[in-house]
């Protein structure tokens, strides 16, 4: 319906949803009736709200979806806050909204957006997939790192080595949001048991046992 897809699921997602072992709750916490005065709130809650919808509708009956109203001064007020959710004052009287998302799984782990903000809408799916992920793989893939470039960053300067230390790829640090990362030795005769995915970065100039480790991982 939009040049984005903003009303759509990406296949990535539906993938995740449909592939839990356990079910997770989504406890979609919004102010409605304090933001009855805020069309564009309340409308991009309606599209927040409407997309979780299609996560619980894709997921086969592992993602339950509860929608929280907590109103001044109630028990739902007090939970928004326990779970860390922020609140945001809208009128002149100093009322406090709440527009956040709590999510659980069979374990009682609990992954938490705070404020869902309007500016990072195009951001949106990728934000709750991740806290989904999170939620359905509790234990993080392991991801052993072969790479003859520093992408893991390098120390401060050296005299052999002129100008700035420099930092770790962003490529790198956000996979680490989802995975823990091993760094692998460039001249490894075998790659370690616990890797479950070999991620091979610019591999120049590996020795013969190195490919021959790569190729029997394979």
Partial sequence: LTDNDLYTLSQGTKNIVKGFDEPITLRFFFSEKLATGIPQLSNYAKRVRELLEEYANESNGK????VIDPEPFTENEDQAVEFGLQGVPIDSAGSIA?????????VDDNEVIPFFQMEKESTLEYDVTKLVYKLGNPKK???GLLSTLPVQGQGGASPFMPG???QEWTAINQLRVLFE???LNKDLAKVPAEVDILMLVHPKELSEK????IDQFV
């Fill in 181 to 183: 990362i091993r760094t």
């Fill in 63 to 66: 993602v339950r979806l509860i």
């Fill in 98 to 106: 709440y527009f956040g998302l709590v999510g659980t799984n069979a």
């Fill in 164 to 166: 700035p230390a420099s």
């Fill in 210 to 213: 190195t490919l021959f480790a």
């Fill in 141 to 143: 893939p392991v991801v």
